[in-house]
């Protein structure tokens, strides 16, 4: 299995990358299987980079803030408008609820037939795992002021973990446990940021997946353009045993 960081910029498209998406990518009887986790503002453009669009198997929206899901907007243009024709195949997109009749609103004008006739939104569930292709997708709810979920992705025996926006929850612990590559909200800065229940320190991710035990790596993420990242990784490296990594854009990771 295979991480790519297309977009890590947190609540806002950085000077240096697109808001949050991530690539996660593995064989299986013969082909690759591309799994996009979440769409935010100016990622689309970048994940092109990487991907053909019409090659995605799925979409995981963490949750409906636009530097999660906005680009799904442009995802709908490039599936029903291809010179060649449009694609056949509904895109199933695993979302919280409301997530179509979002997203559908943001697109002002759709034709007659509306955004599922071409995406294919899915309630999320914490209850029941999701299969698509090698992937296993088990979800949790976290620690937002909106509904949103982080998500534990198993496949070739590996296990990516990525919060979403969070803070500190119960959820984390098994969110975390034995992943190997925790990808951690890191929005907040310690002794700057009070205010709880929206996102991690760098500090708290370390907490956190030092507390679930058995965690490989740890890789901070969503960190906003007017952070300094190093000062986030400082801040988890005072908990964290070994090396605090950063997520870089339009770079790819072994899990």
Same mark, same amino acid.
């Given at each position: 299995?295979?991480?790519?960081?297309?977009?890590?910029?947190?609540?806002?498209?950085?000077?240096?990358?697109?808001?949050?998406?991530?690539?996660?990518?593995?064989?299986?009887?013969?082909? %690759?299987? +591309? /799994?996009? #986790?979440?769409?935010?503002? @100016? &990622?689309?453009?970048? =994940?092109?980079?990487?991907?053909?669009?019409? *090659?995605?198997?799925?979409?995981?929206?963490?949750?409906?803030?636009?530097?999660?899901?906005?680009?799904?907007?442009?995802?709908?243009?490039?599936?029903?408008?291809?010179?060649?024709?449009?694609? %056949?195949? +509904? /895109?199933? #997109?695993?979302?919280?609820? @409301? &997530?179509?009749?979002? =997203?559908?609103?943001?697109?002002?004008?759709? *034709?007659?037939?509306?955004?599922?006739?071409?995406?294919?939104?899915?309630?999320?569930?914490?209850?029941?795992?999701?299969?698509?292709?090698?992937?296993?997708?088990?979800?949790?709810?976290?620690?937002?002021?909106?509904?949103?979920?982080?998500?534990?992705?198993? &496949?070739?025996?590996?296990?990516?973990?990525?919060?979403?926006?969070? *803070?500190?929850?119960?959820?984390?612990?098994?969110l975390f446990a034995g992943a190997d590559l925790?990808?951690?909200?890191?929005?907040?800065?310690?002794?700057?940021?009070?205010?709880?229940?929206?996102?991690?320190?760098?500090?708290?991710?370390?907490?956190?997946?030092? &507390?679930?035990?058995?965690?490989?790596?740890?890789?901070?993420?969503?960190?906003?353009?007017?952070?300094?990242?190093?000062?986030?990784?400082?801040?988890?490296?005072?908990?964290?045993?070994?090396?605090?990594?950063?997520?870089?854009?339009?770079?790819?990771?072994?899990?």
């Amino acid at each position: 299995m295979r991480l790519t960081v297309v977009g890590c910029s947190g609540s806002f498209a950085g000077p240096d990358s697109p808001a949050s998406c991530y690539l996660v990518t593995a064989e299986h009887e013969g082909r %690759t299987w +591309r /799994l996009v #986790v979440d769409l935010g503002n @100016g &990622a689309l453009g970048a =994940l092109q980079r990487h991907i053909d669009l019409a *090659d995605i198997d799925a979409v995981l929206i963490s949750h409906l803030h636009p530097d999660h899901c906005i680009d799904l907007t442009g995802l709908y243009v490039t599936r029903t408008y291809r010179p060649q024709g449009a694609l %056949t195949e +509904r /895109l199933p #997109v695993y979302a919280p609820a @409301g &997530a179509g009749e979002r =997203l559908a609103a943001a697109y002002e004008g759709i *034709d007659e037939g509306g955004m599922t006739g071409v995406l294919d939104f899915r309630r999320i569930s914490t209850s029941v795992p999701t299969h698509i292709g090698p992937f296993v997708v088990r979800t949790f709810l976290v620690d937002h002021p909106v509904e949103a979920y982080g998500f534990r992705v198993e &496949a070739d025996g590996s296990v990516l973990a990525y919060s979403g926006d969070t *803070d500190a929850c119960d959820a984390l612990g098994p969110l975390f446990a034995g992943a190997d590559l925790v990808l951690a909200d890191s929005a907040f800065v310690e002794g700057r940021d009070e205010v709880r229940g929206v996102h991690l320190t760098g500090r708290r991710a370390a907490e956190a997946a030092l &507390a679930a035990g058995g965690v490989g790596r740890l890789m901070l993420t969503h960190i906003p353009a007017w952070n300094d990242p190093e000062v986030c990784r400082a801040q988890a490296a005072e908990v964290w045993p070994g090396e605090v990594e950063l997520a870089r854009p339009d770079t790819t990771y072994e899990v």
